[in-house]
């Protein structure tokens, strides 16, 4: 008898830990002297959003949870992606209910992250009043995707992603202890444990079922054992777990641009591919790279913003798959370029004091004395033409509480060395720059 033609249970429901002392790789978590195992035990639960990759064990904690408190606590779950607003009000009516007799409803929120808004509010008064503790899933970012109003009244618990070891230790498990896998007379190499935890990126879940999989298709072939060779074969891998809208895809994200500021264009290219094979859309990389141009290299290399922009047309007019090529071009020029971000600084520099001094008055000589009663009170007089003296006349153009104020003060690389001494040689004696940079 095949493994299909049993009582089918995916293996990661059948190995589902029952015990905190089961679960992997949470143990600040779930452990002895884990916050939510503490919390537990002592019977003083509270409210939290759950909050981590997939696979890593918040549906299971939510399960043990349920299983372990007391007679004064009723627990019901509540999915997100299929539930709406009309049901969360049903079980509001429902814990106000049991506030009534003494007793406590815990309502666990699978991928909180999917409700909009509206919907977050209305947890609001009561998580406030206490006639639910919410225990809220997700494997998206909080600070992005659950409304500030809400995760204030919640603590927000950390779910470590699993490394490669704790994946091979719960397949190995899964193998000792699973019954349907040991029925099925399949030998797995110690090899492909090692690959399926690699290729799982972190979620058990993932990594579980894709044993269950290769054992059944291994064992219908009459394959005793399941090697390397014959998991190729099988060719099941999993593809990776980026997404646009993922915490992964912030992670991705924040790699790429570290590495375009590195000077690594091995490392800048691989990120960027990462994304564009994950699906992500090539204009979000190309504005990316050409706010990157003016924030981290600046006036060091002015064509850094042309190819960027040069790159960000391309997309436009060839687009996928050709434009990869325009992209990994664009990526390694900003990434050999020299760096500078005193552009950024200066902008940063200037807007703090326009915010501190928004109403300065114009100096006279810089309006516009476009009627006659405006020339009669002075303005436009006193103007030098630059051009009429040689390009340049040696007078202040901030107001004059502030006329003396640098805001941009270049660095020593690329083609702002050049700049830093011109702007020192025309204005000497009139602002201070510093004497080297």
């Known amino acids: 008898m095949s493994i299909s033609e049993t009582d089918w249970t995916p293996l990661s429901e059948r190995l589902r830990p029952k015990e905190f002392d089961d679960i992997v790789g949470q143990e600040h978590l779930t452990g002895k002297k884990g916050i939510i195992r503490g919390a537990v035990d002592s019977g003083k639960l509270f409210s939290m959003i759950l909050y981590g990759p997939p696979g890593t064990g918040k ?80 494997t998206e970012n909080p600070s992005f995707e659950v409304n500030p109003a809400l995760l204030s009244r919640c603590r927000l618990v950390i779910l470590k992603g699993l490394k490669d070891s704790d994946i091979s230790a719960l397949l190995n498990k899964a193998l000792e202890k699973d019954l349907i896998l040991k029925k099925s007379g399949v030998t797995v190499d110690g090899e492909v444990i090692e690959v399926i935890a690699q290729s799982s990126g972190g979620d058990a879940r993932i990594a579980l079922n894709l044993l269950d999989t290769l054992v059944e298709s291994a064992a219908a072939l009459d394959k005793p054992v399941l090697d390397l060779e014959v998991m190729n074969e099988l060719s099941v891998l999993p593809a990776g777990r980026y997404t646009k809208k993922g915490e992964e895809h912030y992670d991705i994200v924040s790699a790429f641009i570290k590495s375009l500021r590195g000077s690594d264009p091995d490392a800048a290219l691989y990120y960027m591919l990462r994304m564009l094979e994950g699906g992500e859309d090539p204009k979000f990389i190309a504005r990316r790279m050409v706010i990157f141009s003016s924030e981290d290299i600046g006036l060091s290399d002015p064509m850094a913003l042309v190819i960027a922009n040069a790159a960000f047309q391309a997309v436009n007019n060839v687009g996928l798959p050709e434009c990869i090529l325009n992209l990994s071009e664009a990526a390694i020029y900003l990434s050999v370029a020299t760096k500078s971000n005193r552009t950024y600084l200066a902008m940063v520099k200037a807007q703090e004091k326009v915010k501190t001094t928004p109403n300065l008055e114009i100096p006279l000589k810089l309006r516009n004395p476009v009627t006659k009663m405006m020339k009669e009170l002075g303005y436009g007089k006193g103007y030098n033409y630059p051009h009429n003296s040689g390009g340049f006349s040696r007078e202040y153009y901030l107001p004059e509480p502030i006329k003396e104020e640098v805001f941009y003060v270049p660095g020593n690389s690329g083609k702002e060395k050049f700049l830093f001494e011109r702007l020192r040689s025309l204005w000497k004696g009139m602002k201070n720059y510093p004497e080297e940079e």
């Open 59 to 138: 549906t299971t904690i939510g399960e043990i949870i349920r299983s372990k408190l007391g007679n004064d606590y009723h627990f019901e779950f509540f999915s997100a992606s299929l539930q709406g607003t009309a049901d969360l009000k049903k079980h509001f009516a429902h814990g106000e209910r049991l506030k009534r007799v003494g007793q406590q409803l815990v309502l666990f929120v699978d991928e909180i992250h999917r409700l909009n808004k509206s919907q977050q509010d209305v947890f609001l008064p009561v998580t406030e009043k206490g006639i639910i503790i919410l225990i809220g899933a997700t």
